[in-house]
């Protein structure tokens, strides 16, 4: 009787898989074409039944599922968002390249959620500015300038013991091209942009991600630097609130 009983409640499951695999549909949600300096970031994607579902499945996309994931999800409309993630602000907003927001996913069917980023930040597209920095104004080239792949990079000497998440930005004063470097403690306080353009660099600035209070006041040891001797821009990173703090270069 047990057994029976046992054969009994297994076939019951395997119907009910059968019939909730079949009832169910599929989404493969991807984010295509990152750029270089939002290669090491987390992409939280979220399909819910609104923007307060405190029950959306959350899929997480990063370098370790080369940013895609398919999920199993059951017939209904969902409301989908990506987002990367630590971006409060949204400097780095995504968009569906369908602008798919909902989804109205049918029981065996595969649907497809391919984001990229939207374009100009929220700030930027607000006040036509660019939230923390102000572009220099652009140089004439010497005559025989072309531009070639150039290395450009910052250091920080900063307070022992500091661990904050920091991002430079630099501008080419030739192409007006602008990276952003990100330096944690986790790289020494160092980064590099492998992929710049040659030609003459200005620093324009730097911030501590989360300094609301502007706590940390940055000092460039040089403002301008070109490829033809070398970018490494030093950073000087002041403690406002505790200003005798012993200091060090991680990198050095």
Known sequence: MRR???LLFALLLCTATKVYAEDAATVTVAVKDLPQKLQNRTVIVTLGNGPSDTESTVIVLDGLN???ETVTVAPSEY???AAVQ???LGDYPLQEINQTTFLQAEGGNHYDL???LAGSSWYESVTGQQRHYTLQPLETPPENYEPKPAQVGAYLTAPVGFSQHVIVYLQNLYTDDVYDLELYESNGLAAVEPNALSGKYAFLSAYVVGDAENRYQFNCEQNELSTENGVDFHLTVTDTANPDREMNTPSR
């Open 4 to 6: 029976f009983l046992a």
């Open 66 to 68: 080369n940013y895609t």
């Open 79 to 81: 409301y989908c968002a």
């Open 86 to 88: 630590y971006d409060a």
């Open 114 to 116: 391919i984001y990229t």
